[in-house]
Nanobody, 124 residues
Framework: QVQLLESGGGLVQAGGSLRLSCAVS????????MGWFRQAPGKAREFVAG????????HYADSVKGRFTISRDNAKNTVYLQMSSLKPDDTAVYYC?????????????????WGQGTQVTVSS
């Protein structure tokens, strides 16, 4: 059984930084495309960033491009999301997800496995 566990969320002031981690167990991590999504209250879940198997191809939502960086360590079965220059609009529950695929997909329904989420709150 594949399990994903996010960590690293919290409260930060606008302009600050946070690093989210997602540890994956029970599967072949190096064969998953990994994605980060977020969901704010009253809004749909949205794609934030994705990374391919080898970590050499990434894709970002326009709203976070230049501020967030996704990376992975296949030896540690972990994917990261480094978030900088945070804004109040970044406040949401952040989820990591794993997709048994060869290409990064921005649609949440395409992902096979999900974590429980970690809260990120950015104060103004």
């Amino acid at each position: 059984q594949v399990q994903l566990l996010e960590s690293g969320g919290g409260l930060v002031q606008a302009g600050g930084s946070l690093r989210l981690s997602c540890a994956v167990s029970g599967g072949t991590f190096s064969r998953y495309v990994m994605g980060w999504f977020r969901q704010a209250p009253g809004k749909a879940r949205e794609f934030v960033a994705g990374i391919n198997w080898g970590g050499d191809n990434t894709h970002y939502a326009d709203s976070v491009k230049g501020r967030f960086t996704i990376s992975r360590d296949n030896a540690k079965n972990t994917v990261y999301l480094q978030m900088s220059s945070l804004k109040p609009d970044d406040t949401a529950v952040y989820y990591c997800a794993a997709d048994i695929a060869q290409a990064i997909n921005i649609m949440a329904y395409r992902y096979n496995y999900w974590g429980q989420g970690t809260q990120v709150t950015v104060s103004s």
